[in-house]
Structure formats: C-alpha cells, structure tokens
C-alpha cells in the first residue's frame, strides 16, 4: 500500500512538472546561460598566541575543501598594518583596457563578458573552481582575499556560479535541467548550495585557531532570504 501510495505521489509530481515545462513555452525552452555571484566578508579576531602564518594556513585549508582545483599566492604581510582592510573588487571584463574590439565582438554575437575578482592588496590569495557538475552545463568558480590589518583580518570569499539551462542538444544539460525542475518540486537541493558550504568551511576552519570569525557584509541571491 504504502509503495503503491508513492508511485501515486510521483506521477502527480512528474505531471505537474511536465506541465509546468508546456505551459512556460519559451522561457523554459530557449536555451539560456546564468551567472550568478554571491560573497561573504569576514572580519577575524584572533588569540594572541595565534600567528599571522596559522590564521594564513587556516584561511588556505578553508578555501580548497571542495575545490575541483585550487591557486595560492602567499605575499608577505604589509608593513605598517594598515587602519582598515582592504576589499575584493568586481569588475566588468568589458570595462577593462584594451577589452574594447573583444565586448563589440561579444555583443555581435549575444554574448556577455564575464566579470573578473580581484584582491588589490591581499596578503593571500586563493581561486579555484567546483568543476564536478561541469558535464552538466554547472560550474562554480571562486576567489578568496585575506587582508590583515591593525585591528585583526578581514577574509573575503566570493563565488560565482554559471548553469545553462533550456533545451539543450547536449543530452546531459537537457537532463539536468529536467532534473533541476523535479529536485525543486520535491523539494531538494542545487549545486550552487556547495558555494554556501565553501563559505562556510572558510569561517570553520578560521574558527579552529580560536578566532572570533564575524559576518560584516555578505550577499547570496541563492538564499530564499534575500
């Protein structure tokens, strides 16, 4: 009975999903890359015994957990410390120098450059990329800045996440965009998910040195909060 009760529920949510795919016609169907960018800013606030090299190493480990691949520069500490932090920067590829003939190129052809973080000043930075869903037409690319300065350090973490979505020719894209639309219906989870748990791995492993690890901005348009 309870089988025969499931394969009831499910019918009923395979078909409403299928209808949910007719009735939304070509906002579903036109094959469509996204791009979307959350961050957090971390203010850290270490023990006295804690060294610049632990809160580096901690900040390190924390990044590459479930990175695909990973990219360290380690720069020496400034020297004075500055006042206040320094901040990760966002910007548009189309604005860069020299980028002018590649955005008329891209606008010709519907495409749109991609916006590129950077760390002006970090003492550490890290990048890296959560490829495991690539096949999949989803992919998660990271930067992480770590500022010290004179009242402790502040960690940056940003991540973008890109998905295709639509009718696809490629038989993985189409399956997992059909997929997307059942895990929403039943209610389960996204790839772009593993971007929160980065985030929050680097303020753990922060945390393990005994720092006081402090949300001061963030922004995550994955979140049913925002």
Do not use: H, W
């Not at 190493?57 to 360290?72: D, R």
């Not at 380690?74 to 020297?79: F, L, M, S």
């Not at 209610?187 to 980065?198: A, K, M, V």
């Amino acid at each position: 009975m309870f089988i025969k009760q499931q394969r009831v529920v499910l019918s009923i949510t395979l078909g409403a999903l299928f209808s949910t795919i007719l009735l939304s016609g070509c906002a579903t169907t036109t094959p469509t890359t996204t791009t979307k960018m959350a961050y957090v800013v971390y203010d850290v606030k270490t023990p006295t015994n804690v060294s610049y090299q632990d809160v580096v190493n901690a900040f390190v480990s924390g990044t590459k957990e479930y990175l695909s691949g990973a990219a360290v520069q380690e720069n020496p500490p400034p020297y004075p410390l500055p006042d206040q932090p320094g901040r990760f920067q966002n910007s548009p590829m189309s604005q860069m120098s020299g980028m002018s003939g590649l955005s008329a190129i891209a606008a010709m052809s519907g495409a749109v450059l991609p916006s590129i973080v950077s760390c002006p000043g970090a003492s550490v930075i890290a990048r890296g990329a959560d490829n495991s869903y690539s096949k999949y037409g989803k992919n998660a690319t990271y930067t992480f800045c770590l500022y010290p300065y004179k009242g402790g350090y502040q960690a940056d973490a940003v991540g973008s996440y890109t998905s295709q979505s639509g009718f696809s020719s490629n038989p993985n894209v189409l399956g997992a965009e059909l997929g997307g639309l059942f895990t929403k219906a039943v209610g389960l989870g996204s790839p772009s998910q593993f971007i929160e748990d980065t985030f929050g791995n680097v303020r753990k492993s922060l945390a393990s040195t005994g720092s006081k690890v402090t949300v001061v901005d963030s922004f995550d348009p994955f979140s049913t909060n925002q």
